[in-house]
């Protein structure tokens, strides 16, 4: 975003403040997340730096929550849990998803407008009314409070974003490419190996990813839905913020920031190679 | 139109090119429609029919009709004037005997004590006592309980004894029906629901307001930055994007509470003393800031998409046909990120006011939502029709800007990260 | 007196132990080993159950003992398990007004006490060896504990500490934020005793339109210094870090701030609404817990579990056997609620009034505070 050469000093001056103002904001969005990972080295039980933390004293700095949280059967319970439901759920709503996107993406698909309305419906209904509504439901067919049935309530909610996904990334997909493999010679099963699906695995990891995130992170419906057996990391945080805060919820927030990184850089590195594989600049 | 056969496009085989066609285009979308249906299939299942559940049960009545059923026949036919007969309360003997035999009066006497506190003690203490009852009943059971006595006990089991009932909706709108049958509102001092969903959306707004105000310049900046840069930049956004949402509210606890971080800076440097600590935690303020910022990346991601299909020749013309710098934004730039602003705006404010996990952690009680009640009605109450019947009103609030969202923008144009 | 107490109480434990042991052993012997879900508060309470009941239980017959705590939501768990079939709780500590709702659905089996529970040591039947109310049609009482109200005793000058609940009220003498419970139980009783009715009077009042008019109005008056609590654990945290002057609370949750974290808190006993907390069975489970109800409500498990918390024992007979905390040493009997002079003011909770009102009079504080 250069300054044109025709700017007047005003402008100057506003081109600055505004980058300025910039700054702030992104401080406003990531800052948050950086004052905790200093925060949960914290060898007081408090929320805040302390003193010693602030004269870089090695003393305030201590591993100890980070200790608790990895000897803690409850906590580790938890994690075990979230893993099983979230990958689970993953896998089950990646292949609805995908299934259904392929046939989305069909030009011939009738009813495309509403049936899409419908496959988003669960990333925009308050979770609170789905949580209820499942609550009401589940219990009656014998679900609420096992394993399936949070299976299935965080499938449901999963599969918006692997529709979503995987159907940008057919709708970028040149099928010319079917084509030119069928008339270079290779039958339908290589086409779809070697040429289908190395494009689309890119989306459909990226939209199973964010399946993933999606019940590894989600607390209203578990809250509901899930009995004590099933309680995953995001409930026992929830409770932990709600009855004593100890800095331990904050060593458990570190890593979940380091496990978000983690999966962002899987996703630009996908995106990257979707980009590549499809032959379009990454700029 | 005649056309002679020879005219016809026919494919090798010698069909109509037409019909073959045709056969095609059924078969792609049957296809089409085999690959969609097991996903259909399993959201009917698994999200619709819960939805219709619930839409079901806020106003599902079957406590009076079922429990009562005795009592409401005999009621048929009651002038509503005077206190019905010995009739009316033997059979309403007849059905608390088999009530406690089965023990199954708890959901009667909580439905009844929804409308009218009291009745839940009036028929466990008259449950109690049924075992040496003897007639005449009347007198007797007023004997027990004065509620027995009233016309409005009466007037309520009648009203409630058809199965299925507008109550929980009345009260979700804070409403209810007088002894006359009248629609009319709670006294003041229960008035709570219509204050907490103008509050939701109020608060709302506030919130879907600042994201605009905060992610505008964003998405203008990445738009316009080369994208090597921009590239760099958007991590920044998506960092949050992809972190546990209780996470970011456990950071701003951290933050803003009163012992928080930047309490304690403010007191190091002197701007507050440590006895007037801000409270910027437990009240609006809290839910503002925090879901601000946990809502501003949805905002700007439409944004950004928006903006990014705007040539920068645009404003360029504008400046070089003499427009100032504010005007040429305001009447070329502006106009054309309205899409954007629209999408994120009405993305945001759906998303905002459903939210339940952060005005909970972060709220206090000033700033709670909607959502937190049907929590409330769901988990301690139990007063699980008027939950429902909150929730439905919620959910066809939300149905109804998911619509214009669709008709506006459309839902497959969403783009994640 | 307390001398040949002491005595006694030696001789009954170790008989008391023995006779336990030889019960024990006859059980292990007929029972499989099994896993009973237990549910109860959490904290504090719960550490008192795994210490004097859950502990010598899993020890005696090889069961394994998970707890839960789901109390707070015990009503709604119940129910959605019974509605859903798959009723997985073996146990519930429930409080009693609760219990009578769940009983009217019947969501928890009727519990026959003379069959069901132990003897009093000296041969006292369960009917009449537990305090008043403490045997409900589906309830059998473990302990009686009470809300009450403590402060800061830093937060006054030593001249000008708070006794009364009045005082709690009192803003000009008495200044500084205060910490209730957001919910109207117990607010509204304390309302109206610091406004002057008689603790014995307030339920009457409060079934008049003028008496909760009056409450709330007399609620008014502190409003704005009011921060409301939600989990148990708060108030205690609030009052250590001095957001707060007082704070409404369960008492065992400040007794054991006061006595293992040695804060200077004091409580006022003044007006504490006590009731009672117990055990129920969820419907279907009475045959694989009976066992484990007859042990751990009999008198020494119930005297015992006082040594780990400030809760009175729910059956006359364990009281000669409450001695000091397991941790300290010091003497339990004066940080109870049914200790003579905490008690003279004590108002007993109203479950039939809260059963009736609870709905309409939440309802009507939640208007009230968004006032």
């Not at chain 1, 059967?73 to 609805?96: M, P, Q, R, Y």
């Not at chain 3, 073996?90 to 409080?95: E, S």
């Not at chain 3, 369960?250 to 006022?268: C, D, K, L, W």
């Amino acid at each position: 975003m250069a300054i044109p050469s025709y700017a007047t000093r005003g402008e100057r001056l506003w081109h600055y403040v505004f980058l300025g103002l910039c700054a702030l904001i992104f401080l406003f969005l990531v800052g948050p997340l950086l004052v905790i990972i200093p925060l949960s080295f914290n060898a007081e039980p408090y929320f805040t730096f302390s003193e010693a933390m602030l004269r870089l004293d090695p003393a305030g700095y201590s591993l100890r929550w980070y200790e608790d949280f990895f000897t803690s059967s409850e906590w580790l319970g938890a994690i075990k849990n979230s893993f099983i439901i979230g990958i689970a759920s993953t896998l089950l709503a990646t292949v609805l998803g995908t299934l259904a996107a392929l046939g989305l993406s069909s030009r011939h698909m009738p009813a495309r407008g509403a049936i899409m309305a419908l496959l988003i419906s669960p990333m925009i209904v308050p979770l609170i009314i789905s949580a209820a509504a499942m609550f009401f439901f589940f219990s009656k067919v014998n679900l609420a409070q096992t394993y399936p049935g949070v299976i299935l309530a965080h499938t449901a909610l999963g599969i918006p974003f692997v529709v979503i996904t995987v159907t940008a990334t057919l709708s970028s997909f040149d099928t010319t490419l079917i084509r030119a493999a069928h008339s270079l010679g290779a039958n339908p099963a290589r086409t779809f190996f070697k040429v289908v699906l190395p494009l689309v695995t890119p989306g459909v990891v990226s939209g199973a990813l964010f399946a993933f995130i999606t019940s590894f992170d989600e607390v209203v419906v578990v809250l509901f839905i899930a009995g004590p057996e099933q309680r995953t990391m995001p409930i026992q945080m929830w409770s932990g913020i709600r009855e004593q805060i100890s800095p331990t919820i904050l060593a458990v927030a570190t890593l979940l920031v380091l496990l978000s990184m983690l999966l962002l850089t899987t996703l630009e590195l996908l995106r990257r190679r979707g980009e590549r594989l499809r032959g379009v600049s990454p700029g | 139109m005649s056309q002679s056969p020879s005219d016809t496009l026919t494919t090798a085989d010698g069909v109509p090119l037409k019909v073959s066609l045709r056969r095609a285009v059924r078969r792609s979308k049957f296809k089409a429609l085999l690959l969609v249906s097991p996903l259909l299939a399993f959201l009917i299942i698994a999200f619709v029919m819960p939805i219709l559940d619930m839409l079901w049960r806020s106003v599902d009545n079957p406590e009076v009709s079922t429990r009562l059923s005795r009592t409401v026949e005999a009621l048929e036919g009651w002038d509503g004037e005077s206190l019905p007969g010995e009739p009316v309360f033997a059979a309403l003997v007849a059905d608390l005997r088999e009530g406690q035999e089965a023990r199954d009066l708890g959901l009667l006497s909580s439905r009844l004590n929804y409308e009218k506190s009291g009745m839940r003690s009036a028929i466990s203490r008259t449950a109690r006592r049924l075992g040496n009852l003897e007639p005449p009943y009347r007198e007797a059971l007023i004997e027990i309980n004065d509620s027995w006595g009233e016309l409005s006990t009466w007037k309520l089991i009648e009203r409630e004894s058809s199965p299925y009932t507008l109550s929980y909706y009345l009260a979700a709108m804070d409403r209810q029906l007088s002894p006359e049958g009248e629609i009319v509102k709670v006294p003041d001092y229960l008035e709570i629901h219509v204050a907490l969903f103008w509050r939701t959306f109020w608060m709302s707004a506030v919130i879907t307001g600042l994201t605009l105000l905060l992610g505008y310049p964003i998405a203008y900046l990445l738009a316009n930055l080369p994208l090597r840069h921009s590239n760099l930049l958007m991590i920044l956004v998506l960092l949050p994007f992809w972190t546990s949402l209780l996470v970011r509210t456990t950071t701003w606890i951290a933050i803003l509470q009163s012992q928080g971080v930047l309490n304690d800076m403010m007191v190091a440097i002197g701007v507050i003393a440590d006895e007037a600590r801000w409270q910027m935690i437990h009240n609006k303020t809290g839910t503002i800031v925090a879901m601000t910022h946990i809502l501003l990346p949805f905002m700007i991601l439409p944004l950004y998409s928006v903006m990014k299909t705007i040539p920068p020749s645009y404003m360029r013309a504008a400046r070089s046909l003499g427009g100032k710098p504010i005007l040429s934004f305001r009447r070329v730039y502006f106009p054309l990120t309205i899409p954007g602003i629209a999408a994120g705006g009405i993305l945001v404010f759906i998303l905002a006011i459903g939210y339940y996990i952060t005005p909970a952690l972060v709220g206090g009680q000033s700033g709670r939502f909607i959502t937190n009640y049907i929590a409330y009605h769901m988990q301690t109450s139990l007063n699980w029709g008027l939950a429902a019947a909150i929730a439905s009103i919620l959910l066809l609030v939300v149905i109804v800007f998911y619509l214009v969202f669709n008709r506006l923008i459309g839902v497959d144009k969403v783009k994640l990260g | 007196m307390k001398q040949t107490h002491r005595i006694l109480r030696k001789g009954t434990l170790s008989a008391a132990v023995a006779l336990v042991g030889m019960s024990g052993l006859g059980l292990s012997a007929t029972a499989q080993a099994e896993t009973l879900n237990i549910v109860s508060w959490g904290g504090a309470y719960s550490m008192s159950q795994q210490k004097a009941y859950h502990e010598p239980w899993m020890e005696m017959n090889g069961d394994e003992i998970v707890n839960i705590d789901r109390s707070g939501n015990a009503l709604a768990g119940l129910r959605a398990q019974s509605q859903a079939g798959n009723v997985t709780w073996d146990l519930v500590d429930m409080l009693p007004a609760d219990a009578m709702i769940a009983c009217a659905e019947g969501l928890i089996e009727p519990l026959d006490h003379d069959a069901l529970l132990a003897d009093a040591p000296d041969g006292t039947p369960p009917g009449e060896d537990f305090v008043d109310g403490a045997l409900g049609e589906c309830f059998v009482a473990s302990i009686v504990y009470s809300n009450i109200v403590a402060f800061n005793t830093e937060m006054f000058p030593e001249d000008n500490q708070p006794s009364t609940i009045a005082d709690v009220f009192d803003l000009e003498n008495f200044p500084g934020k205060r910490t209730l419970l957001r919910k109207p139980i117990n607010n509204l009783e304390w309302a109206l005793v610091a406004d002057g009715v008689a603790p014995e009077d307030v339920y009457d009042v409060l079934e008049t339109e003028e008496g909760i008019q009056r409450a709330f109005a007399k609620l008014d008056t502190i409003k704005d210094e009011v921060i409301w609590w939600e989990e148990g654990a708060q108030p205690p945290q609030l009052l250590a870090d001095q957001e707060v002057a007082f704070g409404s609370a369960y008492n065992g949750r400040i007794f054991n701030a006061m006595v293992t974290e040695n804060q200077p808190f004091e409580i006022i006993w003044d007006a504490q609404v006590f009731e009672l907390d117990g055990w129920v069975v969820p419907t279907g489970k009475l045959d694989k817990v009976k066992d484990y109800l007859h042990f751990a409500t009999d008198t020494q498990r119930l005297a015992d579990q006082a040594k780990y918390i400030s809760y009175g024992p729910a059956r006359k007979s364990s009281s000669q056997f409450v001695s000091t905390h397991a941790e300290t040493g010091i003497e339990m009997e004066p940080h109870m609620p049914t200790y003579g002079p905490n008690f003279a003011t004590a108002i007993p909770k109203d479950d039939e009034f809260w059963a009736d009102y609870n709905d309409e009079l939440t309802q009507r504080f939640d208007a009230w505070l968004a006032q």
